[in-house]
Structures are given as structure tokens and as C-alpha cells.
């Protein structure tokens, strides 16, 4: 069995790109663990504890995913294979929940960055908030952490995991949002 570490939560679109590079590589037996940042991933990956992590690196509307170039810096690894999956944002909110009732949005940078026009154009009086990981935000809106008036950016993945309503679908800026990762080994 192989363990992959993602730099996500349960639902993130680390752990969809885990399944995509597994699923490309014929890995069959294989475990997720959830570290949630490209420093943890990588630590793992050091210290011995995962096979393998999963990491993104940038994305064509975002730019560089600075987290991970930081944690590159910190650590010595082999890059095994640089791949990319489409990634579609959707506005999450908890059950009942209408677009006006929403305050705040929140989600990692690199969410936000992808949806800065959509936002501009949609939410100008709402707030923005970042936080750590998609789908941490997605789990943290579901189990009281934050406010029943947030809405997070996240996969459907985390949708559908958490029991959070899609307020929107698809409000990346552009069409094709292609996030680059890194397969990492030691």
C-alpha cells in the first residue's frame, strides 16, 4: 500500500489530483493522508512518514502557489512527475442558507485569486477571508467553526462530503483553470 500525503483536507482538490496521478500511474493500493499545506506534505515526505506527496505549485489564472515555494526551499525531495487537473470553484454554504444572508467568503488565496472577477462582480460588499485549505473551510463551515453566514470556495467533492449547499457552480474566472502539482518521493 502506498501512502500519498496531499496538501489538503478531505475533498480538496489535492486529494483529486492524488486520485488523477494514482489512477495514472496504476496505483491501485493507495491511502490519503491529509496534511493540509505543502510544509506538512513535505516534512512527511523527510521524515519518511508518506511515499509520496501532492502538492500544487501554480495554477494558469492564479500564478505561483507561494506556500509551496517556501516549503520547497525548506526541504530536499525529487520531483517525480508535474501534472495538472482542471479545477472547478463552487460557492459553498450551509443547508438553508441564501446569497443574502452571506458576509463573508472564504477560502484558500489561490481560490481566491482564481475568483477575484467573479467576486468583484458578485460579492462587492461581502467579506474576504483567506484560510488554510478549500476544503478545511468547506468542513469547518459544516461543523460550526465558522459562521452560518460564511460561504467557501471549494470542489463539489467538499460538497457533497460536508452536506454543504453549491450556491454557485463553477465561478472560477476563467472557463479552463488548470492547476499544476507536483508528485514529490524522497
Known amino acids: 500500500m502506498v501512502t500519498i500525503g496531499i496538501s489538503g483536507a478531505r475533498g480538496s482538490f489535492s486529494e483529486e489530483a492524488a486520485r488523477t496521478y494514482a489512477a495514472k500511474l496504476g496505483i491501485k493500493r493507495f491511502s490519503l493522508d491529509c496534511l493540509v499545506s505543502a510544509e ?53 454554504v450551509r443547508r438553508g442558507t441564501t446569497a443574502d444572508m452571506v458576509t463573508m467568503i472564504t477560502s484558500h488565496d489561490q481560490a481566491l485569486k482564481q475568483c477575484r472577477m467573479y467576486m468583484r462582480r458578485k460579492w462587492t460588499n461581502v467579506h474576504m477571508h483567506e484560510y488554510a485549505d478549500t476544503a478545511k473551510a468547506a468542513e469547518d463551515l459544516a461543523c460550526g467553526v465558522l459562521s452560518e453566514h460564511t460561504a467557501v470556495i471549494a470542489s463539489r467533492t467538499a460538497a457533497k462530503l460536508y452536506g454543504l449547499d453549491i450556491l454557485e457552480e463553477s465561478i472560477q474566472d476563467l472557463k479552463f483553470n488548470y492547476t499544476s502539482f507536483i508528485a514529490a518521493v524522497k
Open 40 to 92: 506538512n506534505v513535505l516534512a512527511a515526505l523527510e521524515a519518511g512518514k508518506i511515499a509520496v506527496g501532492i502538492f500544487p505549485i501554480e495554477n494558469s489564472n492564479g500564478g505561483i502557489v507561494i506556500e509551496a515555494v517556501y516549503a520547497m526551499a525548506k526541504h530536499r525531495f525529487t520531483i517525480k512527475k508535474i501534472f495538472e487537473i482542471d479545477v472547478h470553484h463552487n460557492l459553498l
